[in-house]
């Protein structure tokens, strides 16, 4: 089930980790996520930055924004990215740092949720023209102090749906994982699973030291 927030910073050349390529410690590979998914050439986690932020559906307005918030204070992104061609799936997974515009999980927790009441208020009131419909959902039964959120589009031009989770990490970071995916009602992989996956192998990617 679902809630969320989230980003990471320097990568840390670790001989011996809990999932690497080649040298390199890797978020999620491609042992952790089913077959059909192929792991993308941007394994460090761009996408997140650049306004493609998995799991937000309709509601790009209040999610996404709020997500594309918290990467402006981070530092250098990591993180792990994979898609499904058909159906299509889109899956990330990154770790978000307190910084200059929000100096903790809390803080992030907070701006992440002004973002779901502004889905909801979508929800409340969609356009007088729309047909079909939008919902969001929270989702339960995540790591300690975790959050995220389901959303669903049956409009005529539906978005993919998406599920977006978040969890902080042992050192004060926040933790995500977010899929966008058409063809079914149930989301591709098990997000709270890969959550747990991330937040295990956090501390192969330590926090960057501030100057």
Known sequence: MIRRATLALAL???????SCVGDEPQLLDKGDVPAAFS????????DFLEGQVFGTSWCRLGLANAKNNLVDFSGTPVGSTFIREDPYAELGATIFAPGDRY??????????DAGYQKCLSMVDHPPQDMTGTWSIEKVEDLPAGGFGYRLNDTTENAQPAGVMVFAPTSDGRLAAVGVDYRGSEEPPVDVTELLKKVLERAPDFPAEESD
């Open 12 to 18: 840390a050349a670790l001989a011996l980790c809990a």
């Open 39 to 46: 792991q993308s050439e941007d394994t460090d986690g761009i």
């Open 103 to 112: 100096d903790s999980v809390q803080a992030m927790e907070d701006e992440v």
